[in-house]
C-alpha cells in the first residue's frame, strides 16, 4: 500500500513490499511505482525551489509567495547585483531578473537565472511557470509582504487583529479565520482580494 510520512516539510512516499506484493496485479505494479516516484519528485521539487528577484519584478514576488515559494525581494541599495548574485548563490535559490547584464553575471558564475521577457504580471507568472512547473494554487503559507512564514491566529489572540486599521470591523463578528506574519505584523484573511487572487489563478491555469 501507499503510505504517506511528512518529514522536515517535505513529503515521502514509499511503498511496504509486502503489501503491495500481496494487494496489486502484477500488470499493476510498474504503473504504481512510478506514478509514486513522480509524485515524490513532484513534491520534493515544490519543497526545495526558492527564487530571488531584482527590484523590478515586486509584484512576481508576491505572486510566487501566495503560491507558497520562499521568495526573496531585493530593493534599491549599493551594489544591488552583487548582494542578489551572493544570495542566489549561498542559498540555492534561482535568481529571476529583467536585468540582462545581471542575468550573464549570473551564468558566467553559473548560477541558474531566468530572464523575464514580459512587463506585465500575469505573462511573468506564465513565463514561471513555463519554465518551473510552478503550482498555480493560491495558498496562506507565507507572508507576501516580507516572505516569512504566516500562522493562523488563535482566539485568544484577536486583540492583535482589532489592532489592524485595514481590518474591516464586521469581519470580527463573521467567524472569519486570521493569518498573522510575527515577523512583520501584516494580518490576512480571505475575503474579496482573495476572491480576486482565486479568480485570477484560475485564469492562469486555462
Not at 99 to 111: S, T
Request: glycine letters at 6%; charged letters at 30%.
Amino acid at each position: 500500500m501507499v503510505n504517506s510520512m511528512i518529514s522536515s516539510g517535505v513529503i515521502n512516499l514509499y511503498i511496504d513490499p509486502d503489501l503491495y506484493m500481496l494487494f496489486f496485479p502484477i500488470n499493476y505494479r510498474a504503473r504504481i511505482y512510478w506514478e509514486c516516484v513522480y509524485t515524490f519528485l513532484y513534491v520534493k521539487k515544490l519543497n526545495i525551489m526558492k527564487f530571488v528577484t531584482d527590484r523590478m519584478l515586486g509584484k512576481l514576488s508576491r505572486w510566487l509567495r501566495l503560491f507558497g515559494y520562499d521568495t526573496l525581494e531585493i530593493k534599491k541599495q549599493e551594489n544591488e547585483d552583487d548582494t542578489l548574485l551572493a544570495l542566489a548563490e549561498k542559498e540555492g535559490r534561482i535568481l529571476v531578473s529583467r536585468d540582462r547584464v545581471l542575468v550573464r553575471k549570473a551564468i558566467k558564475r553559473g548560477i541558474r537565472t531566468y530572464p523575464v521577457q514580459s512587463p506585465e504580471i500575469m505573462e511573468q507568472l506564465r513565463e514561471m511557470q513555463g519554465e518551473f512547473g510552478i503550482s498555480i494554487e493560491p495558498q496562506l503559507d507565507r507572508c507576501t509582504l516580507c516572505n516569512s512564514v504566516i500562522r493562523k491566529v488563535k482566539p485568544e489572540e484577536m486583540e492583535l487583529v482589532r489592532a489592524k486599521d485595514y481590518v474591516y470591523p464586521d469581519r470580527l463578528g463573521e467567524g472569519t479565520e486570521f493569518w498573522l506574519c510575527d515577523n512583520c505584523g501584516q494580518v490576512y484573511w480571505q475575503g474579496r482580494h482573495w476572491e480576486n487572487i482565486m479568480e485570477r489563478a484560475e485564469r492562469l491555469k486555462k
